[in-house]
């Protein structure tokens, strides 16, 4: 029943910025290490970063760090990431959902840890 709510995507120029939003409603998301992931067209998930209750992160591709940055506020519920310099690549469904098994971030984020997954939110990066 728990469902997490993606937001904040959109069509945007390459070297542009968006800050996609992730929210639970009903559900405390300060316990929980929280995901960002992605998929693109006939590719498998991913995931991108990670976020701890102790605001503890992870990026674990190579290709957006420094470029991305996750954050969360703990006071509006809500997980945050900020894309600056996008680039054709970054175009997928971006998700984001609850890692249940611990409230730190591991090296790695990986899928099958985590739970609640919602609808996704599109992101589309073309000139």
């Known amino acids: 029943q728990v469902q997490f709510v993606e937001s904040g995507g959109g069509l945007v120029q390459p070297g542009g910025s968006l800050r996609l939003s992730c929210a639970a409603p009903?559900?405390?998301?300060?316990?929980?290490?929280i995901g960002w992931f992605r998929q693109a067209p006939g590719k498998e998930r991913e995931g991108v970063a990670c976020?701890?209750?102790?605001?503890?992160?992870?990026y674990s591709l190579d290709s957006v760090q420094g470029r991305f940055t996750i954050s969360r506020d703990n006071a509006k519920n809500t997980v945050y990431l900020q894309m600056n310099s996008l680039k054709p690549e970054d175009t997928a469904v971006y998700y984001c959902?609850?890692?249940?098994?611990?409230?730190?971030?591991?090296?790695?984020?990986?899928?099958?840890?985590?739970?609640?997954w919602g609808q996704g939110t599109q992101v589309t990066v073309s000139s």
């Open positions: 959902a609850a890692n249940l098994m611990r409230s730190a971030c591991t090296s790695v984020v990986r899928t099958m840890e985590y739970a609640y």
């Open positions: 009903g559900f405390t998301l300060d316990y929980y290490a």
């Open positions: 976020i701890g209750h102790s605001h503890d992160s992870t």
